[in-house]
């Protein structure tokens, strides 16, 4: 039963460009959330999508958007990069059951140059 | 607003020694659920518990074990006899029930360092 996968690994990107960031959720789930963890610190909320849908939002510029397939799958897309994007970004998923647990996959790390 | 402290930032012990993490929760919500990751080098978040606000008993697993206490907003975290292969970052979150959606709200984390 394959896990949350994530890709690419680690990404080296330089400031103003743009990242796409994948995620395939684990078998059976719908739910794929998007968190952003920086150095010495716990993660933080981007988005959680739902039926292709962004359900609920956390504080983040509109610089960072997404897209959930109709496999479940799931995009996080960063525009007008900046140094203060470079974090560990990890993908989580679940099912719509109201809290069921989020398994998180390996993380991308990126590095804004 | 919702909230989570761990207070403890780093902390060292040597093998075959007891050690309890705390977490402190703030929330408005009276249903709402409390969650462990452990974060070893790697990076990837690993799942150990989940506990909703209607079930105060403690739960034990193995050497882990988990103390929620809704009176004092606390769900700290024990480890028995604690080994090398338990050095980590540990995080505690919170999910409120009543949101859209089930995000999870981090605290900073407590870094567990065990020596042999």
């Known amino acids: 039963d394959a896990g949350v996968t994530q890709s690419p690994t680690h990404l080296i990107k330089t400031r103003g460009q743009q990242v796409t960031l994948r995620c395939s959720p684990k078998s059976g789930h719908d739910t794929v959330s998007w968190y952003q963890q920086a150095l010495g610190q716990g993660p933080q909320f981007i988005f959680q999508y739902y039926e292709e849908e962004e359900r609920q939002r956390g504080n983040f510029p509109d610089r960072f958007s997404g897209h959930q397939f109709p496999n479940y799958s799931s995009e996080l897309n960063v525009n007008a990069l900046l140094l203060g994007d470079s974090a560990l970004y990890l993908c989580?998923?679940?099912?719509?059951?109201?809290?069921?647990?989020?398994?998180f996959g390996p993380g991308t790390r990126l590095l804004v140059l | 607003a919702q909230k989570v402290t761990q207070a403890q930032t780093e902390i060292s012990v040597v093998e075959k020694e007891d050690v309890t993490l705390d977490c402190v929760y703030e929330?408005?919500?009276?249903?709402?659920?409390l969650f462990w990751y452990k974060q070893p080098p790697s990076g990837e978040l690993v799942f150990l518990i989940r506990r909703n606000s209607f079930d105060e008993q403690n739960e034990i697993s193995g050497r882990y074990s988990w103390n929620f206490q809704k009176s004092t907003s606390s769900f700290n975290f024990t480890i028995t006899a604690s080994q090398v292969v338990d050095s980590a970052v540990y995080f505690c979150?919170?999910?409120?029930?009543?949101?859209?959606?089930?995000?999870?709200?981090f605290g900073k984390g407590t870094t567990l360092s065990v020596s042999s």
């Open positions: 989580a998923s679940s099912l719509d059951e109201r809290l069921e647990t989020q398994y």
């Open positions: 979150a919170l999910s409120e029930a009543n949101q859209a959606g089930t995000a999870l709200i």
């Open positions: 929330t408005r919500d009276t249903t709402y659920y």
